[in-house]
């Protein structure tokens, strides 16, 4: 027993110089990868075959072509997060979410934002939820010719979403599924911090500056975890020589520093109605003057939520399914990260099975 | 080899983990007290503030130099807007026509969609490709 617990302790000489090797060989692939690291872009992203079926300003709307010979009956909106591009959910081949659910059969609409632009400072939230989602249902109903449309939420993507739903509550969602979608925004701590109502102007910074620079957006992000950004830096350059863990790095690295600016008027909502008053965790929310009360809405539910979220805390999130009126509503709480839950490696192995498994057996 | 407590690599590895988290922590304590939001809002009250100021002084110059203010440029702005989605309409039908024109059969007949038929795989009795 001695005998082996000293073999682990001291690792034989052939192990060392091994080990010194394989390091060696490594300084030398970083020297020559960094480089090319810098010499060259990134892998092309969001590249599976689509076409924009009606844009109007800040709102595009995608079709993706179908990539299976028989697909569902009723075609699936994704409503994306207006603080980032929709292309996380369509990476590269391969890693791709959008050509999952095209290869298992799914028609597949996306709403994707690009900036607002100085002029459009003035959307509400109205313009969000009143406006730009039922018009894209609208011309996902006219484009498939059906009548039922599934909707998919990321994270605000899944807020909007549920004020859709609230308000529209007779049709014509057929389901709904969010991804890590934040109700009780008391619980989102730092964010609710940041946003302290006693030291934060928000009417001053919306009237000065219009729209919200994606700066100020991605510093808030960033300072959740204010260490992870170096630490990324030194991983990255510990692992230079490893082309997938370069290659996943500028994907994700690329995608988070394309924040979006905010509307000003829609952010003001936000700030106010959301993360001041918290109405959409008490039931008071209203959109234009419109009750948007999520016990209102019926239709069957999936919530996906990551265990190690640092953004949308799982203690904001939770109370979805509770509060929901479907009968028909299930929680999925999976390993991973904000962003993890539905991009990359893990994702392939947890989120989208599941998704297909409960998606398909409702959209026939 | 690289999982063996003794492994150099290894151990930086873990501690720079834990460093990475131990700082996180750290922050988030103080980022998450209410003095830091104070003293961050006081300070960024006063950047807004200046920005405020230097715009409109800007603005008044650009008058002043006959030079198109902002407000004219953001006017020539919303043109291109409708002159760009004029266009993406544009694209979206010329993209309908070619997607039509591809899809035409041999026999001159246009090819629908794929059949919106399929069942989920416990329907059908097992998976589908």
Known sequence: MNVQTNANAMPDIAQVGERIQTEVQRAIQRSIKGVEYFASSGPALGSTPKDIIHSKGTMNLYHYRPLADEIYRIPILIVMATTNRGY??????????????????FDVYMLDWTAPRPE???????????GFIPDCIRRVQEDSGETD???????????????????????PMKNLVCFTTPIDFRQMKLFQNFSDRRYFDVDKLVDSVGNVPPEM??????????????????????????????????????WAQDTLPLAGEYFRTTTKDLMWDNK???????????????????????????????????????????????????????????????????????????LDSWLSERST | ???????????????????????????????????????????????????KTVGDLMERYLVSMNLPSRAQMVSMGERLQSIESQLNEIRALLNRVHADVASQGSNGLAMPRPPRTKQPPSATGGGTP
């Open chain 1, 88 to 105: 996380i959910l369509d990476m590269v081949p391969g890693q791709s979410f959008i050509e999952f659910l095209l290869k298992k059969g």
């Open chain 1, 120 to 130: 459009e400072k003035s959307l509400r939230m109205e313009d969000y939820v009143l």
């Open chain 1, 149 to 171: 449309v599934n909707v998919i939420g990321y994270c605000f993507g899944g807020v909007l979403s549920l004020l859709y739903g609230s308000i529209f509550n007779d049709g």
């Open chain 1, 217 to 254: 957006i991605l510093s808030s992000f960033e300072m959740l975890r204010p260490a992870s950004r170096a630490v990324g830096q030194i991983q990255l350059w510990e692992n230079i020589w490893n082309d997938e863990f370069v290659k996943s790095y500028r994907m994700f690295d690329r």
């Open chain 1, 280 to 354: 959409l965790f008490n039931g008071t929310m209203t959109v234009g003057g419109r009750p948007a009360d999520i016990s209102k809405i019926t239709v069957p539910v999936l919530h996906a939520v990551a265990e190690h979220d640092h953004i949308v805390p799982y203690d904001a999130a939770k109370h979805l399914i509770a509060k929901i009126g479907s009968t028909d509503k299930t929680e999925i709480i999976l390993k991973g990260g904000h962003v993890s839950l539905v991009a990359g490696a893990n994702a392939i192995k947890r989120l989208w099975p599941k």
């Open chain 2, 1 to 51: 080899m690289s999982d063996k407590p003794n492994d150099p690599v290894q151990v930086w590895h873990t501690m720079l983990a834990e460093m990475e988290k131990g700082f996180n922590a750290m922050a988030n304590q103080v980022m998450g007290s209410e003095q830091f939001s104070r003293v961050t809002h006081q300070l960024t009250g006063a950047s807004v503030g200046a920005q």
